[in-house]
């Protein structure tokens, strides 16, 4: 009689499983990492068997991602379907260009058998995709004024925006209101609604502020707000300042000082002797003989 040198699979008392639940159970899904850099996973371990299973797990992750709550190894009862769920967490998706996809690999290696250690340990493996989601976020920063402005004159507000998103973005609507009636603002920031920005890049405009020459002196608050465009304007990010007005100086003339010491003062002098007492009375004398001579 002849022996069957083919080799004879294991008894269904004898087979266990690795699985792992995949989006919409189809493998070729990738999960996707929330905007927290978290991934939940769910796998588990059946063993339709009559005897108890020792298996001890390895995984790898993309992204340095960091496993929490994974067991390192597990014992399976005669004809059970344990389940184990975990997560994967510390990914900086915002680091990661959006739609970046990796795998990660979950390994089953089997141990014992009813307590008793497997001569030739068999595994098994799990392979799935991690895939960085797009992220859309607009960072607004507003340059405060260096100072006050009078009623009458303008200033110029410096405003820039950033893409802090992990995806290509721009500014699709934007607002600016204050709450000074008498303070009006120019167009200058709607250029930022025609430019594009890659991850991480930044763009400025400026924005001209002009007081009425009416204004009293107040505090204005101005308010910036801008809406991404990749994400359908449901992301605004919003900054605001501060600027204060103040009453326009009167041109009132001032008096004329007669005697300005700064003027310069012209003064002659004269090189002859001033005439004395005594030569007055000489004058004086000899006129009155004079007089006294034409008597006689």
């Not at 603002?185 to 400025?204: I, S, W």
Request: charged share 25%; aromatic share 6%; proline share 8%.
């Amino acid at each position: 009689m002849s022996t069957n040198s083919i080799a004879q699979p294991d008894p269904p008392s004898l087979n266990w499983e690795l699985g792992i639940e995949y989006p919409d159970e189809d493998e070729s899904n990738p999960f996707i990492v929330s905007e927290n850099g978290i991934v939940t996973i769910n796998m588990f371990v059946d063993n339709p068997g009559l005897l108890s299973i020792k298996v001890n797990f390895e995984y790898e992750f993309p992204f340095e991602g960091e496993v929490v709550g994974a067991p390192e190894d597990a014992t399976i009862e005669p004809g059970n379907n344990d389940s184990f769920n975990f997560i994967v967490r510390g990914i900086d998706v915002y680091e990661v260009d959006a739609g970046t996809i990796e795998s990660f690999t979950v390994t089953a290696t089997l141990q014992e058998r009813n307590g008793m250690p497997i001569l030739i340990p068999e595994s098994q493996e799990k392979i799935g995709d991690f895939e960085i989601p797009e992220i859309f976020l607009l960072g607004l920063e507003i340059t405060d004024p260096v100072g006050p402005m009078n009623a009458g004159s303008d200033t110029i507000l410096k405003v820039k925006v950033t893409n802090n998103g992990n995806a290509r973005d721009k500014v699709r609507e934007l607002e600016v209101t204050d709450d000074c009636p008498l303070l009006t603002t120019d167009t200058g920031l709607d250029v930022l609604l025609t430019r594009n920005l890659e991850k991480g890049a930044a763009t400025t405009a400026d924005l001209k502020v002009t007081a009425s020459e009416s204004h009293p002196q107040r505090n204005c608050r101005v308010e910036i707000t801008v809406a991404s465009d990749g994400a359908d304007g449901s992301q605004l990010s919003t900054d605001f300042t501060k600027i204060t007005v103040e009453t326009a100086p009167t041109n009132t003339p001032e008096p004329e000082d007669p005697e300005d010491p700064d003027d310069p003062t012209e003064v002659v002098t004269s090189n002859l002797p001033a005439p004395g007492i005594s030569a007055l009375l000489s004058i004086l004398i000899g006129a009155l003989f004079v007089n006294l001579n034409k008597r006689q």
